[in-house]
Each structure stands twice: as C-alpha cells, then as structure tokens.
C-alpha cells in the first residue's frame, strides 16, 4: 500500500483545513489508517484513526470536537477534516495504514509521505 498525503496549508487560526490521503493497492480496506502529526523539535504525535470498515474511530483528546477522521473505501480515500484549528496546530501531518486499530505508531507500516500545516495567530 502507498499513501499519500494532501490538502495542507497555511490557515488563519479559527480556519479549516481538510487532509486527504489516498491509497493505492487493492487491499486499503483492509487497514485501519491513522494521522499523526510532528512539529519541529517535538515527537510524532497521534491525532485519530478510523477502522478498515469507517464504523470505528478514535480522536485523540486534544482534538476531539474539532477534527473529525473518515474514510471512503471506493475512492481509496481517508479524510481528516481540521476545524477551529489553533497555532499549535501547525505540524506535519502523516497518514499510516496497519492491521491494528492503534493509537501508536507501531501499530502502522505503511507511511505516507507528510503534508504541512501551517496556521498563523
């Protein structure tokens, strides 16, 4: 599987970014797929992950309420919709896909290549 990832940005704070990342390889639903972010002189941070089948999700506390992860399988597609998005935000976001539905990194191998996110106060 190869991902890859799109739709970062500069935003103002308040704004909204959505994050796609498309899959190739005829397996993608197979995978749970999560988003991780890293900002300069920080570590990889989980952000949320969505189940192989969409029904499962999980959204890590800091962003619940405000990003939101789905998936459409017919299109290869996971999405990361960003709202009310605040500067310490701003990072580069990675998607991963893995047989686990994890909130940690070894819970994915296959990476995507990052996109940026850049959100200006």
């Known amino acids: 599987v190869q991902l890859q990832a799109s739709g970062g940005g500069l935003v103002q704070a308040g704004g909204s970014l959505r994050l796609s990342c498309a899959a190739s390889g005829r397996t993608f639903s197979s995978y749970a797929v999560g988003w991780f972010r890293q900002a300069p002189g920080k570590e990889r941070e989980f952000v949320a992950t969505v189940s192989w089948s969409g029904i499962r999700t999980y959204t890590a506390d800091s962003m619940k309420g405000r990003f939101t992860i789905s998936r459409d399988n017919a299109k290869n597609t996971v999405y990361l919709q960003m709202n009310s998005l605040k500067p310490e935000d701003a990072a580069v976001y990675y998607c991963?896909?893995?047989?686990?539905?994890?909130?940690?990194?070894?819970?994915?191998?296959?990476w995507g290549q990052g996109t940026q996110v850049t959100v200006s106060s």
């Open positions: 991963a896909a893995g047989l686990t539905f994890g909130n940690t990194s070894n819970a994915y191998f296959y």
